[in-house]
Antibody, heavy 121, light 107 residues
Framework: QVQLQESGPGLVKPSQTLSLTCSVAGDSINSYSYYWTWIRQPAGKGLEWIGRISRTGTTKYNPSLETRLTISVDTSKKQFSLRLNSVTAADTAIYYC?????????????WGPGTRVTVSS | AIQMTQSPSSLSASVGDRVTITCRASQDIAHDLGWYQQKPGTAPKLLIYAASSLQTGVPSRFSGSGSATDFTLTISSLQPEDFATYYCLQDYSYPYTFGQGTKLEIK
């Protein structure tokens, strides 16, 4: 089973950039069968799909975040990353990275434990 | 974006009960739906994909059914470890969208 681990600052000031990295243990980041996904969850609330990236760098973003969002991948480091610009308190959430199997069918089969990000001055 | 509406939002049940959670899509999504279980302080866990396929390692008391706009997750006999929040997720079209969740509590 692949393991994913999020890392990054737990506190970001309003209007600044939130940057997170997900490290992927194992070789599946080089597989064409998977997409690498970010999902977030405000405290006590539901899940929001943020976006995903393939091993070749093809991205799909949630339109609600698209103007502020960049997801990138570095297969040599077995990492993918999220950058969210101009953050506000509404971006405070637990951020999860996840692996999505997407060859013929789709599912999110491996998740990181999540990292809590607070936007506050 | 496709809207996913789960019902009920919360549910109280007893060990051994049969429980059904429903998810309705705002448009036809074929069989492109998964179910996830989340316990407090942990990441969601995949239970069902493609509407009715059981993920490896998930107990057979969990089952999924449905297509187009109406889907159900059934737990045939609740166990103590099943008390959690359940989410559906449509993967038919971007942006993928989750239902708002169903919190399953002990009666």
């Amino acid at each position: 089973q692949v393991q994913l681990q999020e890392s990054g600052p737990g506190l970001v000031k309003p209007s600044q950039t939130l940057s997170l990295t997900c490290s992927v243990a194992g070789d599946s980041i080089n597989s064409y069968s998977y997409y690498w996904t970010w999902i977030r969850q405000p405290a006590g609330k539901g899940l929001e799909w943020i976006g995903r990236i393939s091993r070749t760098g093809t991205t799909k973003y949630n339109p609600s975040l698209e103007t502020r969002l960049t997801i990138s991948v570095d297969t040599s480091k077995k990492q993918f990353s999220l950058r969210l610009n101009s953050v506000t308190a509404a971006d405070t959430a637990i951020y999860y990275c996840a692996r999505a199997y997407a060859a013929g069918t789709f599912y999110l089969d491996s998740w990181g434990p999540g990292t809590r990000v607070t936007v506050s001055s | 974006a496709i809207q996913m509406t789960q019902s009920p939002s919360s549910l109280s049940a007893s060990v051994g009960d049969r429980v059904t959670i429903t998810c309705r899509a705002s448009q036809d999504i074929a069989h492109d739906l998964g179910w996830y279980q989340q316990k407090p302080g942990t990441a969601p866990k995949l239970l069902i994909y493609a509407a009715s396929s059981l993920q490896t390692g998930v107990p057979s008391r969990f089952s999924g059914s449905g297509s187009a706009t109406d889907f159900t997750l059934t737990i045939s006999s609740l166990q103590p470890e099943d008390f959690a929040t359940y989410y559906c997720l449509q993967d038919y079209s971007y942006p993928y969208t989750f239902g708002q969740g169903t919190k399953l509590e002990i009666k």
